[in-house]
């Protein structure tokens, strides 16, 4: 199995970084409209969709939308598991805190998993292609 190195894991986030202050900004300036007196539906309305957007899109398909540009996605790292939708939110959220800093495992693993990755016991893999 090939695993992506780190570059092309960055460019996927940037990627999705994109597609996230798009989903923020949408949110936000329609948000006030549709609730103008309740700050707290605001920031759900808001918050939601965005912490929702990679760990539904890793459920639902194994890889956001910067991944499936460049190919990649993420599986359970026992072949036989499907990814859960928990292990999914765990996941982002432990990317989220860590940031950059998770990626740095990726120098000490042989699969280049992140702590991220560690932690949910998932692989970031090219799915379509084999080691020869």
């Not at 990626?103 to 020869?132: C, G, W, Y």
């Given at each position: 199995m090939i695993y992506p190195k780190l570059n092309l894991r960055?460019?996927?986030a940037m990627i999705d970084s994109i597609f996230l202050a798009t989903i923020l900004y949408s949110t936000a300036y329609f948000s006030y409209d549709i609730f103008p007196d309740?700050?707290?539906?605001?920031?759900i309305m808001i918050f939601l969709p965005s912490l929702s957007y990679e760990p539904v899109l890793?459920?639902?398909?194994?890889?956001?939308?910067?991944?499936?540009?460049?190919?990649?996605?993420?599986t359970h790292q026992n072949p036989a598991k499907k990814l859960?939708?928990?292990?999914?939110?765990i996941r982002y959220i432990v990317k989220i805190l860590l940031g950059i800093f998770s990626l740095l495992f990726m120098f000490f693993t042989n699969?280049?998993?992140?702590?991220?990755?560690?932690?949910?016991?998932?692989?970031?893999?090219?799915p379509t292609k084999t080691e020869n």
């Amino acid at each position: 199995m090939i695993y992506p190195k780190l570059n092309l894991r960055l460019k996927a986030a940037m990627i999705d970084s994109i597609f996230l202050a798009t989903i923020l900004y949408s949110t936000a300036y329609f948000s006030y409209d549709i609730f103008p007196d309740n700050l707290y539906l605001r920031l759900i309305m808001i918050f939601l969709p965005s912490l929702s957007y990679e760990p539904v899109l890793l459920y639902f398909t194994g890889s956001s939308i910067g991944h499936k540009i460049y190919k990649i996605g993420v599986t359970h790292q026992n072949p036989a598991k499907k990814l859960n939708l928990f292990q999914c939110y765990i996941r982002y959220i432990v990317k989220i805190l860590l940031g950059i800093f998770s990626l740095l495992f990726m120098f000490f693993t042989n699969k280049r998993q992140s702590f991220h990755d560690l932690v949910t016991a998932t692989l970031v893999i090219f799915p379509t292609k084999t080691e020869n």
